[in-house]
């Protein structure tokens, strides 16, 4: 094996290099649409998720950085969707951005370099690496929000972000401190080796993982770590929300893999008891403060948090009385789940950008009244991107939250049955806030009568988008193969 092996991160090596270039680009664009760092930032997602799939559709694992590094199915899958995930979000903030003295490169660049922090998390094999990748992602978003230093909602919701995330932040760096010292290495395989062989100090490391699951929880978003979620998403321009909503989920999900199922699997028995915690709590909290909501970018983000509760439900059943057997099954649905959820939840706030125009915020629910006769269609995509949120038939939601509970179910446990039936139960609550999107759109009377204006790009990958939540959701086995393969090669090697 290279020590270096460059090869392995030849994406976020051209991704870093492109971040640069539009940088340098942007200083003489004299456009006010910023056409020139729009499109090279768009080819430039389009190649890096083009060789991360290509790197997926190959099927290895290679180490890279002195075995810091790891290039694994599963990071090149997540890393293709968040790049595209990336580029979607683009293509609906331009816009919105342009009537509001926010297209600058500023948006594309720290976009970019977030997108690299992101990366470089799906790819960590080791604690400092991990850490470099959350600071980088955290600081460019930090910067994102503030994007409106005139705005003062926008600046309240960016500090409230910067202190509760380096307060998340801090977490989790002190509980992987705690697990070197009990361990005595950053390298994530030697933390598993080191545990599976017997544990050197329980208390320490147990400690630790109380740490490292609080830090985790807060990047998700996950009750009773959720405070800043409903803020800094009402509080955002509406095109930084999109991209906190997004790729950052993908990289929540991979360092929680990385760390507590490749790392500290062997600490199962300590880390799912938290998880059960944080999930009932997020779905109970996510789900019956949503209902209160009339902002409609607040109810999402509370939205938000009982569907990641719902993504953490599957990662409480990978281990079941020492055993890993239904690990596969229970990761790749947590994986699938997470995916299906970040592509609708684009498009619900590329909705909520699309009927926002300049001097209006379309960011109440009421703004949404009679949207049936005023586009017929955009109210038939809300539509679909509302029941696979709320897990309706034939929505690629309802498959997803199928497939958590089978991953429930097939342990034959009866907590995890019981489980399952409260996820089922507080779903159907949950089910109130997005049917009333739906009624305000097809029987409330109009309040604005103003045209639908959106350039011909957002047009059509809001349909796209809109047309995948049916795709999925009556075609959902390859994305679900996809997905099984992954967590297969990523937990075999």
Not at 95 to 124: D, H, T
Not at 429 to 440: D, N, P
Request: charged share 10%; glycine share 8%.
């Amino acid at each position: 094996m290279n020590d270096m092996n460059w090869l392995a991160i030849y994406p976020e090596i051209l991704l870093l290099a492109m971040g640069c270039v539009v940088a340098l680009v942007d200083l003489w664009v004299t456009d006010e649409q910023r056409r020139p760092t729009y499109w090279l930032t768009q080819l430039t997602l389009l190649i890096v998720a083009g060789l991360h799939f290509s790197y997926f559709d190959a099927g290895l694992t290679t180490y890279a950085m002195q075995g810091m590094v790891v290039a694994d199915p599963m990071g090149h899958l997540l890393a293709g969707f968040a790049c595209i995930a990336t580029l979607i979000a683009m293509v609906y903030a331009r816009p919105y951005a342009g009537v509001r003295e926010m297209l600058k490169g500023e948006l594309f660049i720290l976009s970019l370099f977030a997108l690299l922090g992101i990366n470089v998390m799906l790819s960590a094999n080791n604690f400092l690496v991990v850490y470099l990748g959350l600071e980088l992602m955290s600081l460019s978003l930090y910067a994102l929000v503030a994007l409106r230093r005139d705005h003062a909602v926008s600046t309240e919701a960016a500090m409230k972000y910067f202190v509760l995330g380096a307060l998340a932040s801090g977490f989790l760096l002190y509980g992987l401190s705690m697990m070197y010292g009990a361990t005595g290495s950053l390298s994530i395989p030697e933390v598993f080796d080191v545990i599976s062989k017997g544990i050197p100090n329980k208390s320490v490391l147990v400690f630790g993982v109380v740490f490292v699951v609080a830090g985790l929880a807060f990047k998700l978003g996950a009750a009773p770590f959720h405070m800043w979620v409903p803020d800094v998403y009402q509080g955002a321009p509406t095109a930084v929300t999109l991209l906190i909503g997004g790729a950052p989920k993908l990289a929540a999900f991979a360092i929680t893999m990385r760390l507590l199922v490749e790392g500290m699997i062997g600490m199962a028995a300590d880390w799912q008891q938290m998880m059960v915690v944080l999930s009932v709590l997020s779905l109970l909290v996510g789900n019956l403060a949503a209902i209160a909501q009339s902002n409609l970018k607040r109810m999402l983000a509370y939205s938000t948090i009982a569907n990641m509760g719902f993504m953490l439900l599957a990662m409480t059943a990978g281990v079941v009385n020492e055993s890993t057997k239904w690990g596969n099954n229970a990761y790749s649905s947590a994986m699938f789940y997470v995916i299906t959820y970040v592509l609708t939840t684009l498009g619900t706030f590329g909705m909520v950008i699309l009927l926002s125009r300049q001097g209006h915020e379309a960011e109440e629910i009421k703004d949404l009244a009679g949207l049936a006769k005023r586009s017929p269609w955009f109210a038939l995509v809300m539509t679909l991107f509302m029941f696979s949120l709320a897990g309706v038939p034939p929505t690629v939601g309802f498959y997803a939250k199928l497939a958590v509970l089978q991953a429930l179910v097939t342990t034959n446990v009866q907590a995890y049955l019981y489980l399952a039936v409260f996820a089922v139960v507080i779903s159907l609550v949950g089910a109130f806030y997005y049917l009333r999107v739906v009624k305000v759109m097809f029987f409330d009377e109009p309040t604005d009568t103003a045209a639908i204006a959106a350039p011909g790009d957002v047009r059509i990958v809001m349909s796209l988008n809109g047309a995948a939540m049916l795709v999925f959701g009556v075609l959902p086995g390859g994305l679900m193969a996809w997905c099984a393969h992954a967590i297969m090669k990523t937990l075999s090697t």
